[in-house]
């Protein structure tokens, strides 16, 4: 099939439950929108784990790339059977899933006054290189979602102040649960704000609809606020651009967490046209993350330094510093950043040397 024809009938800005109910998770189906190549189409056939995506992602993939950042971040790959340094029951450990503390499986800890609060496990995409991974795509990790009892844990818990609600994705869920859970969680006195990750905006930008915006806008005592996940500039459309709108427009601030990939955004170029352009669609860069260490991501994740050294290279005096996000690892003791002293090139008692993008000195007093 030419490849110029091959997504000419295809409707892809449907509303967000049509996407859901033509979720592109079948051999068939991927081939309405791209040409497989014979590794991909034997991985797929012999795939046992859950792999899709909503057919407007996939009408964004290249039709004849198997290398294309998008196709690679949904199509399983022979390289998910090695894990080197990936550890097995991660989830468990990096959530804190196997503390003393007595909490339902829908809450997750690492500090004392956030969590976690899982409420789905369905997701817009399966990403490879998701570190829920083991729960989510792979299916190994049994957990029971109970969102009552969540709700209910938090409430005794007046040390909370900050609730995150993931999943999967959280905006998957009708309105109407949504609005439950953000009704339920405005009336503990000690939350003071509620925050979303949600690949939505991304993925699935039709669901930022007039009844989500129904549930989530407006002034409030308990702000929402949104973090997303973009990794790659040809993710970023008019669609999406018009979704994140709509939020601002309600009321809602929208940030990016993108996942260092190797092959995927790891390069200068790729890096800084990323971040420069989701400034140009009003989403905020807040972390890069290094890729974790759940199992079977291997060959997504690049060394730890890399990161940082990106920053570096293509983000720090060669853009806005709006662009610049933090590098940070999670760990199961919280997010730690990793930004290796590269700007205080030397210092004594009278001074510190400080090295530019350029690679230019200048000085500062050292002031006691």
């Not at 950042?69 to 022979?78: A, G, M, W």
């Not at 899933?97 to 789905?120: C, G, K, L, M």
């Not at 009003?282 to 890069?288: A, D, T």
Request: with cysteine; hydrophobic share 35%; proline share 6%.
């Amino acid at each position: 099939m030419n490849s110029a024809r091959i997504k000419e009938n295809l409707d892809y800005s449907m509303p967000w439950k049509d996407q859901l109910n033509n979720f592109v998770n079948s051999i068939e189906q991927l081939e309405q929108y791209i040409h497989l190549t014979d590794e991909e189409r034997a991985v797929l056939e012999s795939n046992k784990t859950k792999w899709g995506t909503t057919p407007y992602f996939a009408s964004l993939m290249d039709v004849d790339d198997p290398d294309c950042p998008l196709r690679r971040q949904v199509i399983p790959s022979r390289l998910e059977q090695q894990n080197t340094f990936g550890m097995n029951d991660y989830l468990l450990w990096k959530e804190n899933r196997s503390t003393e503390e007595v909490r339902p499986d829908s809450i997750a800890r690492q500090y004392r006054d956030r969590v976690a609060f899982t409420v789905t496990q369905a997701c817009g995409i399966y990403c490879r290189h998701c570190f829920r991974k083991e729960l989510v795509v792979d299916g190994d990790l049994q957990l029971d979602f109970n969102v009552d009892e969540g709700l209910q844990w938090i409430a005794e818990h007046n040390e909370v102040r900050d609730v995150l609600i993931t999943g999967g994705d959280p905006f998957l869920l009708p309105d109407e649960q949504l609005e439950y859970l953000i009704c339920k969680l405005r009336e503990m006195p000690h939350v003071e704000m509620i925050r979303f990750g949600t690949r939505t905006p991304i993925v699935l930008p039709q669901r930022i609809d007039s009844g989500l915006m129904k549930v989530l806008g407006g002034y409030h005592r308990v702000p929402i606020w949104i973090n997303t996940q973009c990794n790659h500039p040809n993710e970023i459309t008019e669609t999406t651009s018009r979704a994140v709108f709509k939020l601002l427009s309600s009321g809602i601030q929208v940030g990016n967490q993108a996942v260092l990939l190797k092959g995927i955004n790891d390069d200068v170029e790729t890096f800084r046209t990323l971040h420069q352009k989701l400034l140009t669609v009003r989403i905020k860069p807040y972390y890069v993350f290094y890729c974790e260490a759940a199992p079977g991501i291997d060959h997504f994740r690049t060394p730890v330094e890399k990161g940082a050294e990106l920053i570096r290279d293509a983000l720090r005096g060669h853009t806005t510093g709006l662009a610049q996000p933090m590098h940070v690892v999670a760990t199961n003791i919280g997010k730690i950043p990793l930004m290796p002293d590269y700007y205080i090139s030397a210092k004594d008692k009278q001074e510190y040397t400080l090295r530019n993008h350029k690679g230019e000195v200048t000085t500062i007093p050292n002031v006691p």
